[in-house]
């Protein structure tokens, strides 16, 4: 979008809204109704008051345990039911919206009464074990269209198990030191910032590009031991003179991590532990917007032996390894475990 030509909005202001911008992308698509933005004006609707909890995290009663565990026998954080709720009520309201699908929530809600074609799947707060010591957290959302014949109600999980590559858009938020909505339909990824002051999102990047290398490894290397062996071997290559050696960088919340990485370029790897033998994130709500996200921006998402994107989903909560950032790298550590599964399987043979 060429900035110059919308000082001369409505009160000669300088910023476009993400508002704004969605409509002039949906411009592109004749069959656009806008009903695409009035959702998505749903989801930062939400962020916006999410962002507002967790900036007051600590003197509004958000902190700290909920005093329940989730389907995934996770402790519940305070602020990921409130922000559950926040996006179920916001997108709830949106009679386009058929049915949400959340890491909070055991089964996908079909929202009542509604023919609406959209399906939106979120992680309503990422990085919770972060929440109560004042590090960066994130919502993560992906949209996808259902299946209209199968409006007579048959089983709306069919609807939501759709391989990341049909996903219509996906995004996150992240509440950093500022809050940042970043966002693609599939025309490139466009950052937003929220300006307190005007209350809205507004435009800050345009086509955001991942550089194509970077000396950068972000990963939780207190699970080494369980690593495949592929890993640690380009981990402990990183480490050399002759590599770099790459800086480490690890926050701990996936939408941080690789707010970073986008930016920056680099990798971020959640391999498979002993703990998490499926790597730990969630494939629908983490693995797939990110993935797209990175895709659009020219970097490569893998589960280290296939494309994120292609995954076909047998459940919802279900997990995956994921090694997500500037392609160069990917790819490098694609080559180190084939190289090394190689060995291992003549080993293990
Ligand atoms: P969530 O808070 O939504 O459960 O996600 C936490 C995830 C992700 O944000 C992060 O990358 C990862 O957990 C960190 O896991 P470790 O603490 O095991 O490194
Ligand atoms: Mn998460
Ligand atoms: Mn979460």
Do not use: P, T
């Given at each position: 979008m060429d900035l110059e030509h919308n000082i001369d909005g409505p009160s000669n202001r300088r910023f476009v809204t993400m508002e704004e911008h969605i409509i002039s992308q949906q411009r592109n698509h004749p069959t656009a109704t806008g009903g695409f933005s009035w959702l998505l004006s749903g989801i930062t609707l939400a962020a916006r008051i999410i962002s507002a909890k967790v900036r007051r995290a600590g003197i509004i009663e958000v902190l700290g345990e909920a005093g329940d565990v989730n389907l995934h026998g996770e402790q519940q954080q305070k602020l990921d039911i409130l922000s559950n709720r926040t996006l179920e009520e916001c997108l709830g309201f949106r009679e386009n919206v058929g049915i949400l699908a959340s890491e909070e929530l055991d089964e996908p809600k079909v929202i009542r009464g509604s023919r609406g074609k959209y399906i939106v799947i979120f992680d309503p707060l990422d990085g919770s074990s972060n929440i109560d010591v004042n590090v960066s957290v994130g919502t993560i959302f992906a949209v996808y269209e259902r299946d209209t014949s199968n409006f007579n109600g048959s089983d709306p999980l069919m609807d939501v198990l759709q391989p990341g590559v049909k996903q219509l858009a996906a995004g996150y938020i992240v509440y950093g030191s500022s809050t940042v909505l970043t966002y693609t339909t599939g025309e490139g990824v466009h950052m937003f910032t929220l300006d307190p002051s005007v209350g809205a999102f507004v435009?800050?990047?345009?086509?955001v590009k991942m550089p194509e290398t970077g000396k950068m490894f972000s990963v939780n290397e207190g699970n080494w031991n369980s690593f495949p062996r592929g890993v640690q071997e380009y981990l402990k290559w990183c480490k050399t003179k002759e590599a770099g050696p790459y800086t480490a960088r690890y926050i701990g919340s996936l939408v941080a991590d690789f707010h970073r990485t986008l930016l920056r370029g680099g990798i971020f790897l959640y391999p498979p532990t002993s703990k998490a033998p499926k790597g730990k994130l969630r494939l629908m709500y983490e693995a797939n917007p990110i993935a797209f996200l990175a895709e659009q921006a020219g970097g490569k998402a893998t589960d280290g032996k296939q494309r994120i994107l292609d995954k076909q989903p047998e459940s919802l909560h279900e997990r995956t390894p994921l090694v997500v950032g500037s392609k160069g790298e990917v790819e490098l550590v694609e080559e180190f475990m084939h190289r090394h599964a190689a060995q291992e399987a003549l080993v293990e043979g």
């Open positions: 435009l800050a990047q345009e086509h």
